[in-house]
C-alpha cells in the first residue's frame, strides 16, 4: 500500500516521527489552492509559484537557516516555500503585497503546519515600503518577482541591519549582475550597491520546471553576508550617487562619466586622483571601497 501523498485527500499531518521528511506543497496542492481562491499567476506581480518540494528544500538548505533564526520572506504566494522555512527557523515573518493571497496563507500554515501557527507573522505590504516588522529578521530568503529583485533587496538591507545573511532566488541574469566582482562583464550599479552592505555569491541554478507557470528563463540563486561598509566619512547617499553617475556612461572615462556629477571633468579629475583612482579607468573596474573614496574626496573641496 503506497504512502497518500500531500495532493491527496488528507489532511496533513502536525506533527511526523522522527526522521519523516514534511510534507511539502507539490504541483497539485498549489494549483487546488489557486483554484481555492480563484487566483490565476499574473506577470505584473512577476508571480511563478514553486511547484516542487525537492526545490524548495535545496533553497531552505542553501539558505543555512539556523534553528533560532527569524526569517523574512517576501511574496510568499501561495506558502510553498514558507513552509519548508516554518520547518528550519524558530519564526517566519511574511511580507505579501496581494491581498488575496495574504488571506489564504494563514488556514495554510494552518492546515499544513498547525504547531508552528504562533511561529508565522504575515504582514500585508509593499516590500519596497516596509521599514517596520513585528519581529526582527535575522535572514532573508524569498523568491523574489524579476522586476523588482534588486530595488528590493538594497531597500531591506537599507532598513533592516538585523539581517545578517539570507538566499535570495532571481532571474539568473540578475543573480550573475548582483554577484559579480570589479572587471566582469556583469559587473555594475547592482554589483557596487549590494557589495556596499554584504558579500555576494552566486549559489546556484534553478530550472524553469518547477514553477507554475513555467518562467521562459533559468533563476539564480544568490547569497549574502552582511557586512560592515567601507569605512569613509561619505554618506550612503553621496557613494551611491557617484555609482549611478559612473555606470550611467559606463564606455566613458570616469573623468567624463562623473564630470556632470563633480561639476566639471577637472573637479572629477581632482576628486578621482585625491581618490587614487587612474581618471583614464571606467567604472566597471572599481571596488566598492574606491567609490567611497572618490565621494569622500567631493565632499571635502580642496582635499
Request: hydrophobic share 45%.
Amino acid at each position: 500500500m503506497t504512502e497518500p501523498t500531500p495532493s491527496a485527500a488528507v489532511e496533513p499531518a502536525g506533527k511526523l516521527p522522527s526522521g519523516t521528511p514534511a510534507q511539502l506543497l507539490g504541483a497539485s496542492d498549489i494549483r487546488r489552492l489557486a483554484e481555492e481562491i480563484g487566483v490565476r499567476p499574473t506577470k505584473t506581480l512577476g508571480q511563478n509559484f514553486v511547484i516542487d518540494g525537492n526545490t524548495i528544500r535545496r533553497i531552505v538548505g542553501a539558505a543555512d537557516i539556523g534553528a533560532e533564526e527569524t526569517v523574512l520572506e517576501v511574496g510568499p504566494g501561495l506558502g510553498s516555500l514558507t513552509l519548508g522555512l516554518l520547518d528550519a527557523a524558530k519564526a517566519v515573518v511574511a511580507v505579501e503585497i496581494d491581498p488575496v493571497l495574504a488571506a489564504k496563507l494563514p488556514a495554510t500554515v494552518g492546515r499544513w503546519r498547525p504547531d508552528a501557527v504562533e511561529n508565522f507573522h504575515l504582514v500585508l505590504a509593499d516590500a519596497m515600503k516596509v521599514t517596520e516588522l513585528p519581529v526582527q529578521p535575522t535572514a532573508l530568503v524569498a523568491n523574489l518577482p524579476y522586476n523588482v529583485a534588486v530595488p528590493v533587496v538594497l531597500h531591506l538591507l537599507q532598513h533592516f541591519p538585523s539581517l545578517r545573511h539570507g538566499l535570495v532566488m532571481v532571474q539568473d541574469e540578475v543573480a550573475d549582475r548582483l554577484a559579480a566582482p570589479p572587471g566582469s562583464k556583469t559587473y555594475g550599479v547592482p554589483s557596487v550597491k549590494a557589495a556596499w552592505y554584504s558579500g555576494m555569491r552566486k549559489a546556484g541554478v534553478i530550472g524553469m520546471n518547477v514553477f507554475w507557470p513555467a518562467p521562459k528563463i533559468h533563476s539564480g540563486l544568490v547569497a549574502f553576508t552582511r557586512r560592515e561598509p567601507p569605512a569613509t566619512t561619505a554618506t550612503r547617499e553621496q557613494v551611491f550617487a557617484v555609482i549611478d553617475a559612473a555606470f550611467a556612461q559606463r564606455r566613458k572615462t570616469l573623468r567624463a562619466a562623473l564630470a556632470g556629477w563633480a561639476g566639471s571633468a577637472a573637479e572629477a579629475e581632482r576628486c578621482l586622483r585625491a581618490a587614487g583612482v587612474d581618471p583614464t579607468a571606467r567604472g566597471e573596474v572599481l571596488d566598492v571601497a574606491a567609490f567611497a573614496r572618490i565621494a569622500e574626496a567631493h565632499a571635502q573641496p580642496g582635499f
